[in-house]
Nanobody, 117 residues
Framework: VQLQAFGGGLVQPGGSLRLSCAAS????????MYWVRQAPGKGPEYVSA????????SYADSVKGRFTISRDNAKNTLSLQMNSLRPEDTAVYYC???????????WGQGTQVTVSS
């Protein structure tokens, strides 16, 4: 089982990035999927979740209205569109598989997002 996130980088405040996550070794279809981030010196923070079919999503209050999660089960990928980025969004972003009941069992290799002028 592997999850590889990519698409991070350095962006100015107010800018946008699109993160993607490619899954291998399993199919994402039966699983809820999450984006989680971790800023330097802090613990993991929930960002967003999406249900199996992709028709329902939830967001942390800190990103609501700015970030959009999506999934393509046919391509076995997860995405996160991030707009109006702020310095406090700086973190390593991870895609995470939910084994059920909110239990995160696999974390991908993260991608660094840095928002700075």
């Amino acid at each position: 089982v592997q999850l590889q996130a990519f698409g991070g980088g350095l962006v100015q405040p107010g800018g946008s990035l699109r993160l993607s996550c490619a899954a291998s070794g399993f199919t994402i279809n039966p699983y809820w999927m999450y984006w989680v981030r971790q800023a330097p010196g802090k613990g993991p923070e929930y960002v967003s979740a999406i249900n199996i079919g992709g028709g329902w999503a939830s967001y942390a209050d800190s990103v609501k209205g700015r970030f959009t999660i999506s999934r393509d089960n046919a391509k076995n990928t997860l995405s996160l569109q991030m707009n109006s980025l702020r310095p406090e969004d700086t973190a390593v972003y991870y895609c995470v598989r939910d084994a059920g009941g909110g239990q995160w069992d696999y974390w991908g290799q993260g991608t660094q997002v840095t928002v700075s002028s």
